[in-house]
């Protein structure tokens, strides 16, 4: 296998996957949200949409912070959804979960999309603020592919 199509629009996704993704290998389909307990799980898989509601990510995080305001749980979790199509039709898909909990404003200005409101578990910033290198291999899409790369012998 030559070939894997990443079936995705959001140019930051795009490049995580690149990667991840041995050189040899010319790119998988994702689709990753950002549940927050506190809004009943929500946005979740409509992440990208409520950016687009709200006219950018920016202004996305701005509503879920006046949403959390005087929330006291603010844990929420990334999760990452990848398939994977072999040659002979075969699909396997895997979920990479993260735990964390949302900021209390926004913070830093790496990484893209929720990055600047999110602080994984164990950590005391925000992907935004977190070197590319360090977010790309802890994330939400870094565990789903490690448990995809134990499906597939081709990475």
Known sequence: MKKILIGTNNRGKFKEIT???????????????LCI????NKPGIHSARLAKKKGSFLNAMKFILKKLERKKNRSATFISN???????????SVEGRLKGKI????LGKKGFGYD???IPNNSKITFG????????NMDHRYIAFKKLKKKIKIF
């Open 116 to 118: 600047p409101i999110f």
């Open 103 to 106: 900021s209390n404003k926004i």
């Open 19 to 33: 990667y991840l993704i041995l050189k040899k290998i010319k790119k998988i389909s994702d689709d990753s949200g």
């Open 129 to 136: 603020q977190m070197s590319p290198s360090k977010k790309i």
């Open 82 to 92: 990848l398939s994977f199509k072999n040659y002979d039709g075969k699909i396997i």
């Open 37 to 40: 307990k506190a809004l009943g």
